[in-house]
Protein backbone atom coordinates (compact mmCIF):
# COMPACT_ATOMS: atom_id res chain seq x y z
CA UNK A 1 0.00 0.00 0.00
CA UNK A 2 1.59 3.26 -1.05
CA UNK A 3 -0.86 5.61 1.07
CA UNK A 4 -2.05 7.44 -1.87
CA UNK A 5 -5.59 7.14 -2.07
CA UNK A 6 -7.68 7.29 -5.83
CA UNK A 7 -11.34 7.47 -5.40
CA UNK A 8 -13.44 6.27 -7.39
CA UNK A 9 -11.69 3.00 -8.70
CA UNK A 10 -13.73 2.76 -11.87
CA UNK A 11 -16.10 5.41 -13.82
CA UNK A 12 -18.15 4.42 -16.81
CA UNK A 13 -19.77 7.95 -18.64
CA UNK A 14 -20.97 8.72 -21.73
CA UNK A 15 -19.15 10.80 -24.24
CA UNK A 16 -19.70 14.62 -23.65
CA UNK A 17 -20.05 14.09 -19.88
CA UNK A 18 -17.64 15.63 -16.66
CA UNK A 19 -15.75 13.67 -14.63
CA UNK A 20 -13.95 14.71 -11.16
CA UNK A 21 -11.38 11.87 -9.94
CA UNK A 22 -9.97 12.60 -6.44
CA UNK A 23 -6.74 11.66 -4.92
CA UNK A 24 -5.45 11.64 -1.34
CA UNK A 25 -1.86 11.93 -1.00
CA UNK A 26 0.90 10.54 1.31
CA UNK A 27 0.11 11.92 4.82
CA UNK A 28 2.98 14.50 4.71
CA UNK A 29 3.57 14.77 1.35
CA UNK A 30 3.45 18.16 -0.15
CA UNK A 31 3.29 17.59 -3.97
CA UNK A 32 0.98 15.62 -6.21
CA UNK A 33 1.52 14.36 -10.01
CA UNK A 34 -1.38 13.58 -12.04
CA UNK A 35 -0.43 10.53 -15.02
CA UNK A 36 -3.01 9.43 -17.86
CA UNK A 37 -2.25 5.78 -19.07
CA UNK A 38 -3.46 3.99 -21.93
CA UNK A 39 -2.90 1.61 -24.20
CA UNK A 40 -1.29 3.08 -26.86
CA UNK A 41 0.40 5.88 -25.14
CA UNK A 42 1.96 4.11 -22.13
CA UNK A 43 2.06 6.53 -18.83
CA UNK A 44 2.09 10.36 -19.70
CA UNK A 45 2.48 13.14 -17.56
CA UNK A 46 -0.10 15.68 -17.08
CA UNK A 47 0.08 17.92 -14.41
CA UNK A 48 1.80 18.58 -10.94
CA UNK A 49 1.07 20.68 -8.09
CA UNK A 50 2.97 21.93 -5.20
CA UNK A 51 1.28 23.13 -1.80
CA UNK A 52 -1.68 24.21 -3.68
CA UNK A 53 0.10 25.76 -6.65
CA UNK A 54 0.49 24.37 -10.33
CA UNK A 55 4.33 23.42 -10.41
CA UNK A 56 4.34 21.97 -13.79
CA UNK A 57 2.24 20.61 -16.73
CA UNK A 58 2.69 18.05 -19.22
CA UNK A 59 0.59 17.05 -22.11
CA UNK A 60 -2.70 17.98 -20.28
CA UNK A 61 -6.07 18.95 -22.76
CA UNK A 62 -7.58 21.94 -22.42
CA UNK A 63 -10.78 19.87 -21.75
CA UNK A 64 -8.78 18.55 -18.72
CA UNK A 65 -8.14 20.98 -15.48
CA UNK A 66 -6.65 19.76 -11.76
CA UNK A 67 -6.20 21.66 -8.81
CA UNK A 68 -4.76 20.87 -5.46
CA UNK A 69 -6.81 21.75 -2.12
CA UNK A 70 -5.43 23.38 1.45
CA UNK A 71 -5.97 19.88 2.77
CA UNK A 72 -3.35 18.57 -0.18
CA UNK A 73 -5.69 16.53 -2.00
CA UNK A 74 -6.29 17.15 -5.36
CA UNK A 75 -8.90 16.42 -8.13
CA UNK A 76 -8.62 16.28 -11.51
CA UNK A 77 -11.38 17.44 -13.62
CA UNK A 78 -11.82 15.82 -16.89
CA UNK A 79 -14.59 17.39 -19.30
CA UNK A 80 -16.45 16.94 -22.96
CA UNK A 81 -15.15 13.26 -22.48
CA UNK A 82 -14.29 11.72 -25.74
CA UNK A 83 -13.91 7.75 -26.40
CA UNK A 84 -10.21 8.49 -26.26
CA UNK A 85 -10.13 9.61 -23.03
CA UNK A 86 -10.77 6.19 -21.39
CA UNK A 87 -7.51 5.25 -19.60
CA UNK A 88 -6.07 4.34 -16.39
CA UNK A 89 -5.24 8.00 -14.43
CA UNK A 90 -2.52 7.70 -11.85
CA UNK A 91 -2.22 10.19 -8.87
CA UNK A 92 1.09 9.91 -7.21
CA UNK A 93 2.49 12.13 -4.48
CA UNK A 94 5.97 13.23 -3.14
CA UNK A 95 7.38 14.67 0.28
CA UNK A 96 9.17 18.04 -1.85
CA UNK A 97 8.64 17.37 -5.92
CA UNK A 98 12.18 17.51 -6.05
CA UNK A 99 14.53 14.56 -5.69
CA UNK A 100 12.07 12.16 -2.99
CA UNK A 101 10.85 9.73 -4.90
CA UNK A 102 7.13 9.52 -6.11
CA UNK A 103 4.38 6.98 -4.71
CA UNK A 104 1.29 5.99 -7.15
CA UNK A 105 -1.88 5.36 -6.34
CA UNK A 106 -3.90 2.42 -7.82
CA UNK A 107 -5.35 4.56 -10.23
CA UNK A 108 -8.89 5.01 -11.43
CA UNK A 109 -9.99 3.34 -14.38
CA UNK A 110 -12.35 5.69 -16.55
CA UNK A 111 -13.98 3.74 -19.22
CA UNK A 112 -16.24 6.24 -21.95
CA UNK A 113 -18.55 4.92 -24.25
CA UNK B 1 11.26 12.22 -24.18
CA UNK B 2 12.76 8.93 -22.28
CA UNK B 3 16.36 9.58 -21.81
CA UNK B 4 17.22 5.39 -21.61
CA UNK B 5 17.08 2.37 -22.97
CA UNK B 6 16.06 -1.25 -21.52
CA UNK B 7 15.66 -4.76 -23.32
CA UNK B 8 11.44 -5.14 -24.41
CA UNK B 9 11.39 -8.05 -22.72
CA UNK B 10 13.04 -10.68 -20.89
CA UNK B 11 12.49 -13.92 -19.01
CA UNK B 12 13.83 -15.14 -15.51
CA UNK B 13 14.00 -18.35 -13.65
CA UNK B 14 11.97 -18.03 -10.00
CA UNK B 15 14.83 -18.28 -7.22
CA UNK B 16 17.63 -16.88 -9.25
CA UNK B 17 18.88 -13.28 -9.39
CA UNK B 18 17.10 -11.07 -12.49
CA UNK B 19 19.40 -8.40 -13.85
CA UNK B 20 17.94 -5.93 -15.52
CA UNK B 21 20.41 -3.33 -17.89
CA UNK B 22 19.46 0.16 -18.83
CA UNK B 23 21.50 2.46 -20.81
CA UNK B 24 21.87 6.32 -20.41
CA UNK B 25 24.34 7.56 -22.18
CA UNK B 26 23.17 11.00 -22.42
CA UNK B 27 22.79 11.06 -18.40
CA UNK B 28 23.77 14.46 -17.38
CA UNK B 29 26.02 15.27 -13.77
CA UNK B 30 22.65 16.08 -11.77
CA UNK B 31 20.26 13.42 -12.64
CA UNK B 32 19.45 10.33 -11.09
CA UNK B 33 18.36 7.09 -12.37
CA UNK B 34 15.15 5.45 -10.73
CA UNK B 35 13.71 2.18 -10.83
CA UNK B 36 10.12 1.21 -10.89
CA UNK B 37 8.21 -1.25 -11.32
CA UNK B 38 4.42 -1.63 -12.50
CA UNK B 39 2.36 -5.08 -11.94
CA UNK B 40 -0.42 -5.49 -14.02
CA UNK B 41 -2.15 -1.99 -14.54
CA UNK B 42 -1.50 -1.32 -10.53
CA UNK B 43 -0.18 1.92 -10.02
CA UNK B 44 3.77 1.97 -10.86
CA UNK B 45 5.97 1.52 -7.36
CA UNK B 46 8.76 2.62 -6.40
CA UNK B 47 12.23 0.18 -6.55
CA UNK B 48 15.24 1.95 -5.67
CA UNK B 49 16.85 5.33 -6.99
CA UNK B 50 21.10 6.46 -6.97
CA UNK B 51 23.00 9.06 -8.29
CA UNK B 52 26.54 7.83 -8.93
CA UNK B 53 27.19 5.29 -6.07
CA UNK B 54 25.60 1.67 -5.64
CA UNK B 55 22.60 1.14 -3.58
CA UNK B 56 20.33 -1.46 -1.90
CA UNK B 57 17.44 -1.48 -0.08
CA UNK B 58 14.90 -4.46 0.68
CA UNK B 59 13.83 -4.67 -2.62
CA UNK B 60 16.66 -4.55 -4.85
CA UNK B 61 20.12 -3.28 -5.51
CA UNK B 62 20.85 -0.81 -8.15
CA UNK B 63 24.67 -0.74 -9.49
CA UNK B 64 25.45 2.45 -11.79
CA UNK B 65 28.88 2.29 -13.75
CA UNK B 66 31.48 4.38 -13.44
CA UNK B 67 31.25 6.75 -15.92
CA UNK B 68 26.93 6.51 -15.04
CA UNK B 69 26.24 5.89 -18.88
CA UNK B 70 24.20 2.36 -17.44
CA UNK B 71 22.95 0.65 -14.63
CA UNK B 72 21.23 -3.28 -13.72
CA UNK B 73 18.70 -2.90 -11.43
CA UNK B 74 19.18 -6.63 -9.33
CA UNK B 75 16.58 -8.44 -7.69
CA UNK B 76 18.14 -10.94 -5.60
CA UNK B 77 15.71 -13.83 -5.90
CA UNK B 78 13.14 -13.45 -8.18
CA UNK B 79 9.82 -14.56 -7.18
CA UNK B 80 6.85 -15.40 -9.72
CA UNK B 81 5.05 -11.85 -7.68
CA UNK B 82 8.21 -9.95 -9.61
CA UNK B 83 6.35 -10.41 -12.85
CA UNK B 84 6.06 -6.98 -13.88
CA UNK B 85 7.47 -4.05 -16.31
CA UNK B 86 10.46 -2.67 -14.86
CA UNK B 87 11.07 0.94 -16.12
CA UNK B 88 14.56 3.04 -15.70
CA UNK B 89 13.85 6.64 -15.75
CA UNK B 90 16.37 9.14 -15.41
CA UNK B 91 14.94 12.09 -13.62
CA UNK B 92 16.09 15.70 -14.59
CA UNK B 93 16.83 17.78 -11.54
CA UNK B 94 16.42 20.72 -13.71
CA UNK B 95 12.99 20.39 -15.04
CA UNK B 96 10.13 21.99 -13.84
CA UNK B 97 8.51 19.82 -11.85
CA UNK B 98 10.76 17.33 -11.59
CA UNK B 99 8.36 14.99 -13.09
CA UNK B 100 8.97 11.33 -14.05
CA UNK B 101 8.88 10.61 -17.54
CA UNK B 102 8.46 7.22 -18.33
CA UNK B 103 9.58 5.27 -21.10
CA UNK B 104 8.39 1.86 -22.43
CA UNK B 105 10.09 -0.51 -19.83
CA UNK B 106 11.12 -4.43 -19.86
CA UNK B 107 8.52 -6.48 -19.42
CA UNK B 108 9.73 -9.23 -17.25
CA UNK B 109 8.13 -12.78 -16.91
CA UNK B 110 9.49 -15.09 -14.04
CA UNK B 111 8.90 -18.29 -14.68
CA UNK B 112 8.86 -21.25 -12.23
Known amino acids: DSGVTQTPKHLITATGQRVTLRCSPRSGDLSVYWYQQSLDQGLQFLIQYYNGEERAKGNILERFSAQQFPDLHSELNLSSLELGDSALYFCASSVDGRNSPLHFGNGTRLTVT | DAKTTQPTSMDCAEGRAANLPCNHS???????VYWYRQIHSQGPQYIIH???NNETNEMASLIITEDRKSSTLILPHATLRDTAVYYCIVRDLKAAGNKLTFGGGTRVLVKP
Open chain 2, 26 to 32: TISGNEY
Open chain 2, 50 to 52: GLK
